[in-house]
């Protein structure tokens, strides 16, 4: 248990916000640590983000993590980015600093590997090539946190193959873009596939993507985690692969931005998931 100095306030902006699972999140840990402090669901309309983000320190917030539409907007209207956030151009979590000055920084990498991580273990990011299907802001940050993992090779495919190139060209040469038509065979011998697109999410058709050319012993991974099993995955158990779902993911990015605001480094337990599970 830890006693806090202060109630530490947090939240997430977004527009819509009541869809958010986050605050769950961080409420169990305030309850689990004893941190005093709580976490709140933020709307934000997009033409007043600056000015919701410039009244955080006068209305004592430690900070706030933010959800679509302002990861990208939001970086000029802050202070100082970090390297992370600076290369994938996005923002999930703004840190208020002592002076009143705000920190924007991306978790959501470094989410995606501790996921990997904890459903495969064996999981080595410079052991074989990484598939990405995608080149939104989910795959930008995906390829952040496999890069600093250290994946020597990343392979991407994206309906627009220019949006792919642009975003290889952005991470340097362990990162091709590969023709769409391709993607099927691109698999061969790669040890992780990745959907960081919307396809497979409730009310969205699945992930036209066939596994054939993956080696069985490939871990398959998604973002979506509505619903938790998508039609890749069951498709990559059914292969052989190990499926990692887009939960992890989530639960995962909240670890650090909580440990900013309060000094606590919380665990990600399978009572938390649970709950999490039980809103989807």
Same mark, same amino acid.
């Given at each position: ?13 977004g527009?819509? =916000? ?14 689990q ?7 709140a ?6 033409? &007043? ?36 956030? #600076?290369? =994938? ?10 002076n009143?000055? %705000?920190t924007? &920084?991306?978790y ?7 996921? %990997? ?6 999981? &080595? ?6 598939? =990405? =299907?995608? /080149?939104?802001g989910? *795959? ?14 990343? !392979? ?9 190139? $642009? ?9 091709? /873009?590969?023709?769409?038509?391709? !993607? ?7 040890? %992780?596939?990745?959907? #960081? ?20 012993? *490939?871990?398959? #991974?998604?973002?979506?985690? *509505?619903?938790?099993?998508?039609p890749?995955?069951? #498709? ?25 605001? $309060?000094?606590v ?7 938390? !998931? ?7």
């Open positions: 248990m830890t006693n806090s100095p202060r109630f530490i306030l947090a939240g997430v902006m527009w819509p =916000i009541a869809h958010s699972r986050s605050p769950k999140i961080h409420n169990h840990w305030f309850a640590y004893g941190v005093e402090g709580c976490y669901p933020l709307p934000v309309e997009p033409g &007043r983000l600056e000015a919701a983000l410039r009244a955080m320190p006068a209305l004592g917030f430690a900070g706030c993590n933010l959800t679509i539409p302002h990861k990208e907007t939001a970086i000029r209207f802050l202070d100082r980015v970090d390297e992370s956030a #600076a290369r =994938i151009g996005a923002v999930n979590c703004v840190v208020v600093e002592k009143g000055e %705000l924007g &920084r991306n959501d990498g470094y989410g995606f590997v501790a996921s %990997l991580r904890e459903a495969a273990p064996f999981w &080595r990011a410079e052991s074989a090539p990484c598939v =990405i =299907i995608g /080149a939104g989910g *795959a930008r940050a995906i390829v952040d946190g496999l890069l600093a993992a250290g994946a020597s090779e990343i !392979r991407l495919f994206n309906r627009s193959l220019a949006r792919a190139e $642009t975003l290889a060209a952005d991470f340097g040469p362990r990162v091709s /873009a590969l023709a769409w038509e391709e !993607r099927e065979a691109g698999l061969a011998g790669a040890g %992780l596939v990745v959907n #960081a697109t919307s396809q497979g999410m409730v009310g969205q058709p699945p992930l036209d993507l066939s596994l054939a050319e993956l080696p069985k012993l *490939a871990v398959v #991974a998604d973002i979506v985690y *509505a619903p938790l099993e998508t890749l995955l069951a #498709a990559a158990r059914q292969h052989g692969a190990t499926p990692v779902d887009g939960l992890g993911m989530l639960l995962h990015q909240a670890r650090p931005a909580f440990r900013d605001w $309060t000094g480094m919380p665990q990600v337990t399978p009572a938390l !998931r649970a709950m999490i599970v039980t809103t989807l």
